[in-house]
Structures are given as structure tokens and as C-alpha cells.
């Protein structure tokens, strides 16, 4: 019995992007492209669809330092493989907002937004950072490679320490 050639891609008419708090730290993001939006973001770029770089952009929004609403407060994106419909962003702020852009890079290196999620914040690890003060300083942007840097150099030493 032989098993048909699988692929990830299959024809489809729906489009939506979906992302989901995993904990404090995550979100797990799915989406799907219509044919409808591949020949849209085929005619924008002028590209085939095999030709685009697709991305996650992630933006994260803060408390605009308690003047009301949301206000940026970091960006970045995330490569994706054009096979890929879902991923993890990890590293992120406990109790920050967020909303995931899904994409392409055009010829001018410009980001051309197909699917965006909905406003999401991810939760507070203890109650006690869930209470505002207005001395406090806006939310810090740890950045994937920001976050990667520091556990490298927090590897570095403690295997240094391990050794001493």
C-alpha cells in the first residue's frame, strides 16, 4: 500500500490568522492564505508567491506611561518558511499587548501586512506586577536576539562559575 505524497499547502479560500497566549512568555500563531490573497500579494509585489520572503512582524503596545491607549512600543519580525503555517514567539513580556502581522518583504524591502491578529496581552507572572504606579517606567522590549544574547552570556558564565 503506498501512502500519497503530502504537502502542507492545500488550495483554500479561507484566510484568517489566529494567535493564542500560550503562558506569560508566548504565543502560538496559525494562519491560512486564500488563493484570493496569494494573487493579491503576487500583483503588489510583482513576484510569484515561491519567490516572496514571508514574515511574522510582532508589535509590542504599552500603556502610553498612563495617558491612556496603546502606544508602540517595540518591533520585529520573524522569518518564516512560505511551507509554514503556524509558529512560536517566545521571549515575550508578561503582560504586555501585542499584535502579530503576517507578511511579505517587497523588492523595496518594504512589509506588506496579508493577515493581522487581534489585540492580545499576555498575563502577569505574579498579581503584584498587575497593580499600575505611575513611577514606573515603561515595559522593556527583550528582543529575540536581545533574549538570545543574554542566555549565551548567562551559559558562558555559569559554566565559568562551574569550573572556578
Known sequence: MSLPACSSYRPTEST????????PRTIFVYWEIG?????LAEEITGCAWEELAFFLRVHQLGDGG???GLEPVG??????HREANNWYI???TPGAFYRIHYGVRTARHAFLTLLYSRLLQTPWTSPDQYIPHPAHEAPSVITPDSYELTRLLSTKESNAQSKG
Open 16 to 23: 484568517q490568522l489566529v494567535a493564542l497566549v500560550q503562558n
Open 35 to 39: 488563493e484570493s490573497h496569494r494573487k
Open 66 to 68: 498612563g495617558k491612556g
Open 75 to 80: 518591533m520585529w519580525d520573524i522569518p518564516v
Open 90 to 92: 517566545h521571549a515575550l
